[in-house]
Nanobody
C-alpha cells in the first residue's frame, strides 16, 4: 500500500515560483504530477522514475517546471517557475507501485495511487 501527501500549494503572483512536495509512505517505481483546473479534465504535468530519474513533461510546462526527488525522505518535488494564471489548478501527486508495463507515463491509467491534491492559484 502507498499513501501520498501533497503540500505547498498557495496563492502566488504571475511570474513567481512555487515548489510542491509529495511525500510517499511506501516505495514506488514512478511518480507523476497531474493538475485539474475548474471545468477541465485532469491533465498530465510531469513524471519521474525513481531508478534513473528519467523525467517526462507536458509541453505546456516544459522549461518552466522541474521534477526532482529526495531519496532520504522518499519525496518528490515539483518546482514551478515563471508561473502563469493558466497554471491555476489543483495539483495531484500520483504513484506507480510496480514496474511492469509502465509504458505510458503521461496517462492517468498508469498510476495506481493518488494524493488528495493541493491548490495552486496564480494571480494576474
Amino acid at each position: 500500500q502507498v499513501q501520498l501527501v501533497e503540500s505547498g500549494g498557495q496563492l502566488v503572483q504571475s511570474g513567481g515560483s512555487l515548489r510542491l512536495s509529495c511525500a510517499a509512505s511506501g516505495r514506488t517505481y514512478a511518480m507523476g504530477w497531474f493538475r485539474q483546473a475548474p471545468g477541465k479534465e485532469r491533465e498530465f504535468v510531469g513524471a519521474i522514475i525513481w531508478s534513473d530519474e528519467n523525467t517526462y513533461y507536458a509541453d505546456s510546462v516544459k522549461g518552466r517546471f522541474t521534477i526532482s526527488r529526495d531519496n532520504a525522505e522518499n519525496t518528490v518535488y515539483l518546482q514551478m517557475n515563471s508561473l502563469k494564471p493558466e497554471d491555476t489548478a489543483i495539483y495531484y501527486c500520483a504513484a506507480r507501485s510496480y514496474v511492469q508495463y509502465y509504458t505510458q507515463p503521461r496517462e492517468r491509467a498508469n498510476y495506481d495511487y493518488w494524493g488528495q491534491g493541493t491548490q495552486v492559484t496564480v494571480s494576474s
